[in-house]
């Protein structure tokens, strides 16, 4: 899931970078599985605040199964369009 999709489902669709910083705020320990969630196109955006943090966030991805590409972004899964049919 994107911050951009996190805003949306709150309602607020243009709103990613506030979906990110509620996330960063949250206090340590929380139940609340904010590594979860990634930049656009599969960004590991803690990087930039903590570099322990991205490696944390990517340590928890991998042994929840998520595949990395060779430049160390989230491997996105495709999202199906409502009412898309296969042919």
Known sequence: ?????????A?????????????YALPPGT???WHRVV?????????????DGALTQ????????VKFDARGRVVMMAK?????TKK
């Open 80 to 84: 199906k369009k409502k009412g898309a």
């Open 31 to 33: 139940p609340l599985p």
């Open 58 to 65: 990517r340590m928890r991805l991998e042994r929840e199964g």
């Open 39 to 51: 930049g656009a196109g599969g960004r590991l955006t803690l990087g930039r605040l903590s570099p």
């Open 11 to 23: 309602g607020m669709p243009r709103a990613p970078r506030l979906a990110g910083y509620a996330l």
């Open 1 to 9: 899931m994107t911050y951009g999709q996190v805003a949306a489902a």
